[in-house]
C-alpha cells in the first residue's frame, strides 16, 4: 500500500493551493479529483474577481484573508506570468435612499484596512465612467480580474514541479483513522496519508461524513445558493467593475468584465436544493432591469443567457452571513485532518491566503 505524507482532496483553486504549498515545503502530496479535470466546479463558475476586502465583519477569516489574499495573488500573478489587471470597481448608490448604506460601506473597507477607498460624487463618477448613472458611488482601486483557468494551471504546474501528483476521477469513498494517519480509499484503491486536507468544495460536507473518526456534529449544513450570469454581446463603454449595494446572500447583479473586454451581468442568488447549472431565459427582464440600473442605455438585443455557478454557503435565507470554516485539529481533536467548509467568495481572492493557514493548523511551516 502506497504512503504519502498529504493527501489533498479536491483540484480547484483552494485546494491546487494547498497542494502547492504543501509541495514547497517538502512533503509528498496526491491530489484526489472526483472529476475528470481540476478547476470543474465552482472554480470555473465565478466572477473571477480579485476582491478588495470591503465587505466582511470585522476579525473574521473572509475579512483577514480575503486583504492578505490579494497582496499575494497579485504578486503569484505578477511572478508567474498569470493574465489580470487591476481595473478597480465602482460601488454605485443609484437613488439617494443608498447613501448612507454607501457611506457605512466606505467606513467598513477603511477600518478593514482597505487602501485608497474614495466616496465620489455623481459629477466624479461621470468623468470615470461617462455612461454610469448614479448618485454616488464608492471607488475601490485595489480590486481587479483575474484569468481563474491560468491561475490554477500555474498552481498545478509548480505543485507538479515540488513533486506533486494528481488523480482525476478519483471520489472519496472513506477516510479512516489509522495509528499516525489516515487510510483513504479512494478510486478503487488504498493509500496511507499523513495529513489529509479535504477541499472539496461543494461536496466538502460529504467527504466529511466519510471521516469514520469525525463526529457528525462537527460537520456544518450545506446550503446551495445558485448565481446566473447574462452575457453582453459587443463592447461596453466601462473599464472598470460596476456593483451596486450587498444584498442578502451575495454582493448584487453587477457589472464585471473579463481580461478581453466582455462583460456579464450576475450573479443573482437563488437558494436551491439540486445543483443544476442552467440560466433560463425567461429570467433575461429581471436581468435587463438589474443592466439597466447599470447601464441605462444598454441594447437589450446583446443580452444573453451565460452560465451559473453555485455557491456553498454555510447560512441558509435569511440567516447572518456566515464566515469560512477552516478547521483543524484544534476544533475537532484529529492531529493531521484540516476539512474546509463554506469557501465561497472571497475564496478565490484568498486562495493563496486559505493556503497558509492550511498549513498552520498543520503545524507546517510555509
Known amino acids: 500500500m502506497d504512503r504519502i505524507d498529504a493527501l489533498v482532496i479536491g483540484a480547484g483553486a483552494i485546494g491546487l493551493a494547498v ?19 481540476f478547476g470543474a466546479v465552482t472554480s470555473s463558475r465565478n466572477s473571477e474577481v480579485i476582491h478588495a476586502g470591503l465587505y466582511y465583519p470585522p476579525g473574521s477569516l473572509k ?26 470597481k465602482l460601488v454605485v448608490a443609484t437613488d439617494a435612499a443608498e447613501l448612507h448604506a454607501l457611506e457605512a460601506l466606505a467606513a467598513q473597507g477603511r477600518a478593514a484596512g482597505v487602501a485608497g477607498l474614495a466616496l465620489v460624487d455623481a459629477a466624479a463618477v461621470g468623468v470615470l465612467e461617462p455612461a454610469l448613472r448614479c448618485q454616488a458611488a464608492l471607488h475601490s482601486p485595489l480590486t481587479g480580474i483575474v484569468d481563474s483557468h491560468a491561475l490554477m494551471v500555474a498552481l498545478l504546474a509548480e505543485a507538479e514541479d515540488h513533486g506533486a501528483l494528481i488523480a482525476y476521477r478519483a471520489p472519496v469513498e472513506a477516510i479512516d483513522r489509522q495509528a499516525g494517519g489516515w487510510l483513504v ?8 496519508a499523513t495529513m489529509v486536507v479535504n477541499a472539496a468544495g ?10 469514520d473518526a469525525l463526529a457528525p456534529a462537527l460537520i456544518p449544513p450545506l446550503h446551495l445558493a445558485k448565481g446566473r450570469y447574462f452575457t453582453y454581446s459587443g463592447r461596453v463603454p466601462f473599464t472598470r467593475l460596476i456593483y451596486p449595494l450587498p444584498v442578502p446572500g451575495g454582493l448584487g447583479t453587477h457589472l464585471t468584465l473579463d481580461l478581453a473586454g466582455a462583460a456579464r ?25 438589474a443592466a439597466r440600473r447599470i447601464w441605462p442605455d444598454i441594447d437589450p438585443d446583446r443580452l444573453h443567457p451565460g452560465y451559473a455557478g453555485i455557491r456553498p454557503k454555510l447560512s441558509g435565507p435569511g440567516e447572518p452571513a456566515a464566515d469560512f470554516r477552516i478547521d483543524g485539529p484544534a476544533r475537532h481533536g484529529l492531529p493531521g485532518l484540516v476539512n474546509l467548509f463554506g469557501i465561497e467568495s472571497p475564496g478565490l481572492t484568498a486562495s493563496l491566503a486559505i493556503a497558509g493557514e492550511v498549513m498552520a493548523q498543520l503545524g507546517i511551516e510555509a
Open 19 to 37: 497542494a502547492r504549498s504543501l509541495a514547497r515545503a517538502g512533503r509528498s502530496v496526491l491530489i484526489l479529483e472526483r472529476e475528470g479535470r
Open 63 to 88: 475579512e483577514r484573508l480575503c486583504i492578505a489574499g490579494r497582496e499575494l495573488l497579485y504578486a503569484y500573478c505578477a511572478e508567474r506570468g498569470v493574465p489580470h489587471r487591476r481595473c478597480g
Open 185 to 192: 480509499r479512494a478510486g478503487g484503491t488504498r493509500l496511507l
Open 202 to 211: 461543494l461536496d466538502a460536507q460529504a467527504v466529511a461524513a466519510r471521516i
Open 265 to 289: 451581468f450576475g450573479p443573482d442568488v437563488s437558494w436551491v436544493q439540486a445543483i443544476d447549472y442552467v440560466v433560463d431565459p425567461a429570467e433575461r427582464p429581471r436581468f435587463l432591469a
